[in-house]
């Protein structure tokens, strides 16, 4: 699993959370930064999907960001993954 992180305009958030919705991405936290927990197939996916509903050709896009994720934990179990 990856951490796909994209700091992008405001007014940009709607977009790209519809973008992600329909690669199957539903679940997205937005602090203006919207960020995802993908599987490792819809990385590329997930980033083609931001960039593409981000995009104004302005200075100000924005930027993705693509870290690993080593474990997380399922709060109302406690099981590891």
């Known amino acids: 699993m990856q951490v796909v992180k994209s700091v992008i305009r405001p007014d940009k958030v709607e977009a790209v959370k519809d973008a992600l919705a329909r690669t199957g991405i539903a679940g997205v936290i ?3 930064q919207v960020e995802c927990v993908v599987a490792d197939h819809l990385v590329e996916a997930a980033i083609d999907a931001i960039i593409a509903a981000a995009r104004t050709g302005e200075i100000g896009d924005g930027r ?4 690993g994720m080593t474990t997380s934990y399922k709060i109302r179990t406690g099981e590891r993954e």
């Open 30 to 32: 937005v602090t203006v």
């Open 64 to 67: 993705v960001f693509v870290t």
